[in-house]
């Protein structure tokens, strides 16, 4: 079994940054991970993906705004957000693949307002 916990979501104004953290409670070296989130009303949705080799993807809304990496030394994923927008207001999860098994997060809420 393993844990993901998320941290550092809040309150930003547009423009703004935020660097949102998953740590693991087991080893992430050879891990796929994502981030995803989930606004009012809406599926949730991917927003970026990292590969057991370090390739990255990312939704289409965030690219050159977010970087997802790891630090597997850590056990930890990251997702590095800026030039927030309000549309990128939601609830922002870890996800990651163990076996055939999916892991996720409780989430942390990411409001982008003035």
């Known amino acids: 079994q393993v844990q993901l916990v998320e941290s550092g979501g809040g309150l930003v104004q547009p423009g703004g940054s935020l660097r949102l953290s998953c740590a693991a409670s087991?080893?992430?070296?050879?891990?796929?991970m994502g981030w995803y989130r989930q606004a009012p009303g809406k599926e949730r949705e991917v927003v970026a993906v990292?590969?057991?080799?370090?390739?990255?993807r990312y939704t289409d809304s965030v690219k050159a705004r977010f970087t997802i990496s790891k630090d597997d030394g850590k056990n930890t994923l990251y997702l590095q957000m800026n030039s927030l927008k309000p549309e990128d207001t939601a609830v922002y999860y870890c996800?990651?693949?163990?076996?055939?098994?999916?892991?996720w997060g409780q989430g942390t809420q990411v409001t982008v307002s003035s």
């Open positions: 996800q990651g693949l163990w076996g055939l098994n999916y892991y």
């Open positions: 990292i590969t057991s080799g370090g390739s990255t």
């Open positions: 087991g080893s992430i070296f050879g891990i796929n």
